[in-house]
């Protein structure tokens, strides 16, 4: 779901700072701000086996690797892809996530599309595009479109503004609801108010 990324786009690669006088051995950073100008759309990258503890702010598109215990915000339309474990929120005003690692006690909001084909657990996912869940997903989606793939083992609540799919095989235990369209934001009430539908997605798995 994410936009093809060219083989020639820069890359930087992180988890060492000569600022705080960290060593290539160390691969330890506390507070990381990552940016790369060479080209439109440029990649940073932090590689299997390097581990990040603190926040990242990104300002361009982010493969993340290795491991995070912090959260990552992402300025404009950077994408998002977790190939390691991230234990915080992942936050991208425009982008695309893409989770093929883990996530762990975060949230993700996005502007743009999720596509979950790793493990999610608690939390929420917010996106004002569509979600698309291949996996095992623990939490909350709320998006426009949700579109749950036969792979998929899906605990907790469905709200969707549009559209949803259920495809057959996959496992579904949850609480569905279609926000309507005059609610921009989800607020309080709403959320109580989501109905518990688990023999409808049921019967939406066995018949489809």
């Not at 690669?13 to 290539?24: A, H, M, R």
């Not at 080209?39 to 990242?56: F, H, M, Y």
């Not at 975060?106 to 595009?129: D, L, P, W």
């Amino acid at each position: 779901m994410l936009k093809k990324w060219g083989a020639d786009r820069g890359k930087v690669i992180t988890g060492t700072s000569e600022k705080d006088g960290l060593t290539d051995d160390s691969k330890h950073v506390e507070t990381v701000q990552l940016s790369e100008t060479t080209d439109s759309r440029s990649v940073n990258s932090i590689l299997k086996g390097s581990t990040v503890k603190g926040d990242i702010q990104v300002t361009c598109d982010l493969e993340l690797s290795g491991d995070i215990e912090g959260n990552i915000t992402a300025q404009q339309d950077a994408n998002i892809v977790i190939k390691g474990t991230c234990k915080g929120n992942i936050d991208t005003a425009g982008g695309n996530v893409d989770i093929r690692g883990e996530v762990r006690c975060g949230n993700i909001t996005t502007g743009g599309n999720v596509s979950i084909f790793g493990m999610f657990r608690g939390g929420e996912v917010k996106s004002r595009g569509k979600i698309f869940v291949n996996s095992e997903f623990t939490g909350k989606l709320e998006g426009n479109e949700i579109d749950v793939g036969p792979n998929a083992r899906v605990k907790g609540e469905l709200l969707y503004r549009e559209h949803i799919s259920i495809s057959r095989g996959a496992h579904v235990e949850a609480n569905l609801c279609q926000i309507p369209e005059h609610v921009k934001k989800a607020d309080k009430s709403s959320v109580e108010k989501v109905a518990d539908m688990k023999h409808t997605v049921k019967e939406m798995i066995e018949t489809k």
